[in-house]
């Protein structure tokens, strides 16, 4: 059994009864963390048909295997349940250190379920949790509830995973944040977390990941040199620069930067919003997720003030910027801050006013719907004030708190041609027009439009880039253009999907590039080597 206590700890919030379970060895083989152990007890627990709001749905919180390891980027957990945004099998991953203070407190996994008649947090640590009084934290931003727990239970290393605002008000992408700046956006989990009246989990733990381990010592070796690795590998040092930033330059260049909707792939304000413009205007800080020298993570001041609640990653930059026709970087950053205070997924909040900004340039929506706010691409004010409105569910907001896809039914017309989104999710900000693996990704991920199901074509299009000879080893043989759709490409997206699989389910960052070119030769037996089997 190493590398993992093997326990589960189990919250029935109707009840307030908490228990914990040890799973077997036999298990754990087949199911040993992250996506597959989630998946495993849904399938196995949750009731058939049931809905996303209703207290019978279960709420997973599982750890990768290697989640915690002195391994650089091996942070990541995966949270699932029944989204309330698809209706289907629900999933988001994040990283930070939530995962890490997990293990050292004892547990893999949590399973909630049912639901508390007031607001509750739940505490856990070393062995041991309590449900306790959420009522004085219910209605507040997410960095006032962070505060008032680490004061309250008088440690500030307390790590606080939450929902917030949105989760309460069942946005149906309202996301889970912990530490403020790491995100498990996707799916609307933090709608789920609300339904349950359930605000926080707060975790500490003092049991390191190496105690678990056959070999302390040489997982420790190991962690150095991969670390090592990670600090001098081409790979990294533009991440460890600019971060995910540093991509909106190089998509607008390919034409396959998300902008106005998607209607285009080029912006002409791109200048604005790009890495330099990022730097001069925001950045203050960089950071790290736990034990990872990769380092991806901008810390920024608005308006001169440093933001508790870290720096847009592309993703928000994408989904607030170029796709909403806004080349403001001080909005931008406050889109961000807004979303991450509220405790709304960035990428569906941005990409849904997006679509509302499109279905009002067509007429589809009036004056008198919007309130009287010129919902136009480039109305940066329009775009914030909208972001407030869905939080709250006030005005038009209440509508687009839905998601792109109810809004577009409800609105009727031409709207549904206007919604970017697959299963119900919105598109993330990457162009499926111009990376046909990233769009196959979109089309068959089981939780919707999802841009981390596979490595993007662009890495694999170049037979002397790095990205492509690191994946030779699990059969990627031939250099292939994005925008190629035959055999070869799906032989490509099969190996590539298994791969992104096994990442979520051992805990794996997606940014571990020096890492993964490691664990490559050691993982290809268990992969196929050529083509699809």
């Not at 592309?314 to 979303?339: H, W």
Request: with cysteine; hydrophobic share 40%.
């Amino acid at each position: 059994m190493y590398g993992t206590t093997a326990k589960i700890l189990r919250v029935n919030l109707t009840t307030q009864t908490i228990s914990e379970e040890i799973f077997p060895p036999e298990l754990y083989r087949l199911y040993p963390g992250g996506k597959a152990l989630a998946g495993y007890i849904l399938l196995k627990e949750l009731p058939p048909h049931t809905e996303p709001f209703a207290p019978e749905n279960v709420l997973v919180f599982a750890n990768g295997l290697l989640t915690g390891a002195p391994v650089s980027t091996a942070t990541r957990y995966v949270v699932s349940a029944r989204s309330p945004l698809t209706g289907g099998y629900g999933e988001s991953e994040a990283g930070g250190f939530w995962g890490p203070e997990l293990k050292m407190a004892g547990y893999e996994a949590i399973v909630v379920t049912g639901r508390a008649l007031a607001p509750v947090y739940l505490w856990v640590q070393n062995g041991g949790a309590e449900i306790r009084s959420a009522s004085h934290l219910w209605g507040r931003l997410t960095a006032e509830v962070q505060e008032s727990i680490r004061i309250e239970l008088g440690d500030d290393k307390i790590r606080v995973l939450q929902n917030g605002i949105a989760g309460e008000n069942l946005v149906r992408f309202a996301g889970i944040t912990n530490d403020l700046r790491h995100f498990n956006g996707r799916n609307g989990l933090g709608a789920v977390m609300g339904s349950k009246n359930l605000r926080a989990i707060a975790v500490r733990g003092t049991e390191r990941y190496q105690s678990l381990a056959k070999d302390p010592e040489a997982l420790l070796s190991l962690g150095r040199k991969l670390a090592k690795s990670v600090r001098e590998h081409p790979q990294s040092w533009d991440l460890q620069e600019r971060g995910t930033p540093g991509i909106v330059e190089p998509l607008n260049t390919g034409g396959i930067l998300p902008t106005r909707n998607f209607r285009q792939g080029a912006f002409e304000g791109v200048d604005e919003v790009r890495w330099e413009a990022y730097e001069k205007q925001l950045l203050t800080a960089r950071r790290s997720c736990y034990a990872c020298a990769v380092r991806c993570k901008r810390e920024v001041a608005i308006d001169g003030k440093t933001s508790p609640y870290g720096g847009p990653e592309y993703e928000t930059v994408g989904a607030f910027g170029p796709n909403c026709g806004i080349s403001d970087l001080q909005a931008i950053a406050r889109a961000n801050e807004l979303c991450n205070a509220y405790m709304l997924d960035s990428i569906s909040t941005g990409a849904t006013i997006s679509f509302a900004m499109e279905c009002f340039e067509h007429g589809l929506l009036t004056l008198e719907q919007t309130g009287g706010i010129d919902l136009r691409f480039g109305n940066a004010q329009a775009m914030l004030e909208m972001i407030e409105q869905i939080a709250h569910r006030r005005g038009l907001g209440n509508l687009l708190a839905e998601g792109s896809r109810r809004a577009a039914e409800i609105i009727g017309g031409d709207a549904p041609f206007f919604a970017m989104q697959v299963k119900g999710q919105e598109l993330a900000m990457h162009e499926p027009r111009g990376k046909y693996n990233v769009g196959m990704g979109y089309a068959i991920s089981e939780i919707g439009a999802d841009h981390l199901v596979v490595a993007h074509d662009p890495a694999f299009s170049n037979p002397d880039s790095i990205q492509f000879k690191s994946a030779r080893p699990l059969g990627i043989e031939k250099s292939l253009p994005p925008r190629s759709l035959g055999r070869e490409k799906m032989e490509h997206f099969y190996i590539l999907e298994k791969w992104g699989s096994l990442e979520k389910v051992i805990g794996y960052c997606f940014f571990g590039p020096a890492p993964r070119s490691f664990i490559y030769a050691t993982a290809s037996p268990i992969l196929p080597t050529r083509g699809i089997k």
